[in-house]
């Protein structure tokens, strides 16, 4: 084999776990290749619509009619416009069959989601990791907070995260920069709920936006632009954080344009020698070799990744002896949104765009249990004032018109637990292919009927706060969400205590592979209330030192 195609370790996928994957493994002194399938992207340089003004795009910000057929499913969420859709993939080119409606959310450039994620960085607690234990739905978590908690601690001092310490058993503190205050009316419902709800609490969003500079970062701008890419790497992300520390080590090789098809097993030795990658834009067919291999492709990819690996030993695919690969598919449903008119500052307003808003833990199911429904769900949301509706016409009247501010709302949206099923499943389709002649997959998810009580339950204890508290005008728009449409897909190659159950153990290690590893949301046997992303960090942070540790051991 060339010696160009042989590394120590290989790293599938750029996004937020696999960029923490890269850092840690060429920090420890591996010679690393991260693989992407998507295209080049240079932090700063690339963010080539951060500093636009509204009327700079010539559709305002709307997709065009051709650019909707092309991103027919990213139009599904509402996170892609005009400034950001050439971070989006082509859906026309990437297809997949939905048995039931399944919104898969897909970056196509090198740093992955974690260019489009909305921030949001939150400990879990052993509520959460004992959930599967206690009330028996999913297999148990092999780990407990105990054994994460320094992990969170390490990963929270290299991303910066801003928030506040409250003191909460089932939504432990993290180690944080300032927070980004609440504004005069945010601060007037806290006090009303907390008066109100002894067992609410409201507090400050937690999110990887740093109020204070690290090396190499500058502090937030209070743009609220960070889907366009921050030049100013206040928000964390690949590129502007755990690339360039692999890079400074001299140990990363980055391969864009490079579409993992398979995982290589070498039956003789038992374990997995490489990977086969199809380069996107001549269509070649490449083979890179390593000791260890990383697998953060982001959930749904990762499945087909191991579905489509498949050998004498596997011939369902890696790791997949007991049918549990693509099983126990979970996201985040969101409710819709609640809104209530706050009368009473009409003289106040705010400054800056803030790129966050106010988080409420989860509080059914903690102290006490509801009849209706498992585990819980949290609110995200914020208060401000809209535009005036102004007058009619055209003309400077209308213009100054629009220039004063409208009435004051407070809106919140629920993200629920989803338990995990077995019959939520991804299968892999070899009958429909994608322009390099690959399978496919097929999508046949759905939430059921403790998610739907647990939206309902949502809704009206939101509108109930709200008119409790003496909000006007209180208004619910939008339905429940589909499977995918929260972007934290999880679960489909779990962990676990017994290989029979479950695909990976203790340290995100395959059971039947022991040196390929999975610490995207593949590897979740729940999924909280909470989002995810930093407890995806701190799991592959620990699972990287322990795979180092076992290869000096040999063991690996």
């Given at each position: 084999?060339?010696d160009?195609?042989?590394?120590d ?18 920090e420890?002194?591996?010679k ?19 500093n ?5 795009f ?49 970056a ?7 260019l ?25 978590w ?8 320094p992990?969170?601690?390490y ?7 801003s928030?506040?310490a ?5 939504l ?6 300032a927070?980004?205050?609440m504004?005069?009316a ?9 008066s109100?709800?002894?067992?609410i609490?409201?507090?400050?969003g ?13 502090a937030?701008?209070?743009r609220n ?28 090789t980055?391969k ?20 086969e ?15 260890v ?7 749904v ?5 191991l579905?489509n ?19 126990y ?7 819709g ?19 966050t ?7 059914r ?8 429904f498992l ?20 003309g400077?009247?209308f213009?100054?018109?629009?220039t004063?501010a ?20 991804i ?20 939430f059921?009927e ?24 209180i ?6 969400s ?23 153990n ?15 949301g593949?590897?979740?046997?729940s ?26 051991k040999?063991?690996?």
């Open positions: 084999m060339p160009t195609n042989q590394f370790a290989i790293v599938v996928g750029s996004g937020i776990s696999g960029g923490w994957a890269a850092k840690e493994l060429c420890k002194g591996l690393t290749v991260l693989i992407e399938r998507g295209r080049p992207l240079e932090h700063r340089k690339d963010y080539t619509t951060a636009l003004d509204p009327w700079e010539p559709h305002r910000g709307s997709l065009t009619p051709e650019e909707k057929k092309k991103h027919h499913i990213q139009v599904r969420h509402y996170s892609i416009h005009e400034d950001n859709k050439h971070f989006y993939v082509n859906d026309l080119e990437n297809p997949y069959t939905e048995k039931q409606r399944y919104d898969w959310v897909r196509d450039v090198l740093g992955g989601r974690s489009l994620w909305a921030r949001m960085s939150l400990r879990w607690s052993d509520l959460d990791f004992e959930a599967n234990a206690k009330d028996g739905h999913g297999v148990d092999p780990i407990r907070y105990r054994e994460i908690q992990w969170y601690e990963v929270e001092k290299f991303v910066g995260i928030g506040k409250e003191g909460l058993p089932h432990p503190d993290s180690l944080f920069q927070p980004m205050p504004n005069c945010e601060d007037w419902v806290k006090k009303q709920i907390e109100k709800y002894p067992d609490k409201m507090i400050e937690r999110v990887a936006n740093l109020t204070q500079k690290l090396p190499g970062r500058d937030c701008q209070y632009l960070c889907h366009r890419g921050c030049p100013f790497g206040a928000y964390f992300s690949t590129l502007s954080s755990t690339l360039p520390a692999a890079m400074n080590t001299g140990n990363l980055v864009t344009n490079s579409l993992v098809n398979k995982v290589i097993y070498d039956e003789q030795k038992g374990k997995a020698v490489g990977v990658v199809i380069d996107t834009e001549s269509g070649n067919t490449t083979e890179y070799f390593a000791k291999i990383f697998l953060n492709a982001a959930t990819a990762t499945t087909f990744i579905l690996s498949r050998s004498n030993r596997f011939p369902n695919g890696l790791g997949n002896d007991n049918d549990i690969v693509g099983r598919m979970m996201d985040h449903h969101k409710s949104n609640v809104s209530g008119k706050i009368e009473g500052f009409e003289d106040k307003y705010y400054y800056g765009r803030r790129p808003g106010i988080f409420i833990p989860k509080f199911n903690v102290k006490t249990v509801s009849p209706n585990r819980g769900y949290n609110c995200q949301g914020g208060a401000n004032r809209g535009r005036s509706s102004g007058v009619g016409g055209i400077a009247e213009k100054e018109s629009i004063e409208g009435s004051w709302r407070f809106g919140l949206g629920a993200f629920g637990e989803c338990l995990p099923y077995a019959d939520n499943r299968t892999l389709n070899t009958d429909v292919k994608d322009k390099y002649g690959r399978n496919t997959l097929t999508m046949d998810c759905s059921k403790n998610e739907k009580k647990m939206r309902e339950d949502a809704i009206t204890t939101m509108q109930e706060i709200m008119d409790s508290i003496g909000l006007k005008d208004r619910v728009e939008g339905e429940m589909f499977p995918g449409n929260a972007n934290h897909e999880m679960g489909t190659a779990r962990m676990g205590k017994d290989p029979k159950t479950s695909v990976l203790k340290w995100n290690q395959m059971h039947a592979v022991k040196n390929v590893f999975i610490t995207d593949s590897c979740m046997p999924i909280a209330s909470v989002n995810p992303s930093l407890t995806f960090m701190a799991l592959t942070a620990r699972a990287v030192d322990y795979a180092v540790r076992e290869m000096k040999n063991n690996i």
